[in-house]
């Protein structure tokens, strides 16, 4: 079965930074799109980011961009995010997720099978 674990949340003060990691196991990952998402307390469950199998393109939401870089080692079955300047409104639980996404929207929650537990991101002011 797949799964999926992330780590390196925490808490930071604003303006800092935090990796957060998503360590895959189960299969081989190469042609699997990546993904993160968040959830923020009372809200919905959004789009971060996600890269392709090869790494080749990324994606970004707008909220995030400039802020964030997404990456991924396929040797090690795991990806990253990078999030610099965090803001407050940064803080929520980080998902990853993982599929085989080839026609389809990548940034679409639906589209990913396979999920982690989560990594909590807390951003003080």
């Known amino acids: 079965q797949v799964q999926l674990v992330e780590s390196g949340g925490g808490l930071v003060q604003a303006g800092g930074s935090l990796r957060l990691s998503c360590a895959a196991s189960g299969r081989t990952f190469n042609r699997y799109t990546m993904g993160w998402f968040r959830q923020a307390p009372g809200k919905e469950r959004e789009f971060v980011a996600t890269i392709s199998w090869s790494g080749r393109w990324t994606i970004y939401s707008d909220s995030v961009k400039g802020r964030l870089t997404i990456s991924r080692d396929n040797a090690k079955n795991t990806v990253y995010l990078q999030i610099d300047s965090l803001k407050p409104e940064d803080t929520a639980v980080y998902y990853c997720?993982?599929?085989?996404?080839?026609?389809?929207?990548?940034?679409?929650?639906?589209?990913?099978?396979?999920w982690g537990q989560g990594t909590q991101v807390t951003v003080s002011s």
């Open positions: 997720a993982t599929d085989r996404i080839e026609y389809s929207d990548p940034t679409s929650i639906q589209e990913y099978t396979y």
